[in-house]
């Protein structure tokens, strides 16, 4: 099979693997080397000064040994099979990267003969990549449940990210649509991942060149809407995630009908939850940079989230009695709590406060959007005049905020290989 071949087939297999974010991580280039490794972002991420920046996204094969229904990899599906060899993956990469075409490289797997081989595939183009090509930017490799301890551990010196996909939001679900897997083959690499990462911290604070191990940190992603577990519950996960195993990122994405399945919705006429996901990723933002809990923002009486308003509106919503909050008083974690005020604004105000009294005007130049936070501030003890507030009104008039995003219909996932404007 041709080349260009193999790459169509295998970057068009990866295109439903959500997990791309950027790489946190700064390297500068190297004498001789190629390449650099930059915090501000990969693939369709978007940096500061609103650079799109890119990542060659593919496969090393798709064929698999395993049989999960929701997969279009999975060994029962008539699709063409193909699979990169080391050196080719190593050419194409670097080819692409000279041509200014990526910045970097995410490398995932379906698995072929077993973990064990497939690993050892990756670690060899990765080694080529970076020992025989003098590449050094920013590799993204997912690691694969079953591995020897061993193969991981080299693969993790090798790449700057690790991520191992959780999958599905419940060993339940886990179990009936991949029967061939278990939640304990996930969690197992994920806690030795963790693990590598601390030791190599420490070893990097005694001696200056000691080898970096996923110095980018690790990520996971699970698929929303093809099983019935509440938001509840996948917030609930994605909470322990963070806390257990430390990762940098949870990613969601909506299920994509790929086959005909009894478990499964049926494709005729079912839509992605393309918003769920959204408001998903909204939560997920309180709970890494807000201090929320997943505890705080669903409970068994709400165990959604409500379509039509930010979980962080919906939150103020059923908790009036914390507002209204006094702007010129208030600490750092009260004001994050304020829709409209987010971790920018709320550092400026501490800042600002200090040379004087807060107005609303001087809020709205801070950054702060007044639209959202009128209803739930005082500023030296006084609400915006002339402004009534009740719940039902201010739901009203949150929703009415929302409206225009939900007309054009719900959020949509970006492709790699799509033009964005």
């Not at 390297?27 to 490794?37: D, E, V, Y």
């Not at 699709?79 to 080819?95: H, S, Y």
């Not at 970076?130 to 790449?159: C, M, N, S, V, W």
């Amino acid at each position: 099979m041709e080349l260009l071949e193999k790459l169509t087939i295998l970057a068009d297999a990866a295109k439903y693997d959500a997990a791309c974010t950027s790489s946190g991580l700064d390297r500068s280039a190297r004498p001789g080397g190629l390449g650099s490794t930059m915090a501000a972002g990969c693939c369709h991420s978007f940096s500061a000064d609103g650079r799109c920046i890119s990542l060659l996204k593919v496969l090393m094969t798709n064929r698999c040994i395993y049989d999960c229904a929701y997969c279009v990899n999975r060994r029962s599906n008539d699709v063409p099979r193909t699979a990169f060899t080391p050196r080719e993956l190593a050419e194409l990469t670097i080819g692409f990267y000279r041509r200014n075409y990526i910045e970097g490289l995410f490398l995932s797997s379906a698995v072929w003969g077993s973990p064990d081989r497939t690993t050892e595939n990756m670690v060899q183009a990765l080694r080529l990549l970076r020992e025989e090509y003098g590449f050094h930017g920013y590799i993204h490799a997912k690691a694969i449940p079953g591995t020897d301890p061993g193969l991981t551990q080299q693969l993790g010196l090798l790449a700057d990210r690790l991520s191992v996909n959780i999958e599905l939001p419940s060993e339940g679900s886990l179990r009936r649509l991949c029967p061939e897997k278990a939640r304990t083959s996930i969690l197992t690499p994920m806690a030795q991942i963790r693990d590598g990462i601390q030791v190599s911290k420490g070893e990097l604070a005694k001696y200056k060149h000691a080898p970096r191990f996923a110095p980018a940190g690790q990520s996971t992603q699970m698929i929303i809407g093809a099983t019935p577990e509440s938001d509840k519950h996948i917030l609930t996960l994605t909470q322990a995630l963070y806390d257990k195993y430390k990762l940098k990122r949870v990613f969601y994405s909506a299920y994509m009908p790929v086959s005909n399945h009894s478990l499964l919705p049926a494709p005729q006429g079912f839509k992605p939850p393309l918003l769920r996901e959204h408001r998903l990723y909204q939560a997920d933002w309180l709970l890494r940079f807000y201090h929320f809990r997943a505890e705080e923002l669903l409970d068994e009486s709400a165990p959604n989230f409500d379509p039509l308003v930010d979980p962080k509106c919906s939150w103020a919503l059923r908790h009036m009695e914390f507002f209204p909050v006094e702007v010129n008083q208030a600490d750092y974690e009260s004001l994050l709590r304020v829709p409209g005020i987010g971790v920018v604004s709320a550092k400026r105000i501490l800042t600002a406060r200090r040379c004087g009294s807060l107005t609303f005007t001087g809020l709205k130049k801070l950054g702060v959007v007044l639209k959202r936070a009128q209803y739930f501030i005082t500023c030296a003890g006084k609400m915006l005049e002339g402004l009534r507030v009740n719940p039902d009104g201010v739901l009203r008039h949150l929703v009415a905020q929302e409206r225009p995003m939900l007309a054009q219909g719900a959020p949509e996932q970006l492709s790699l290989f799509e033009q964005t404007g």
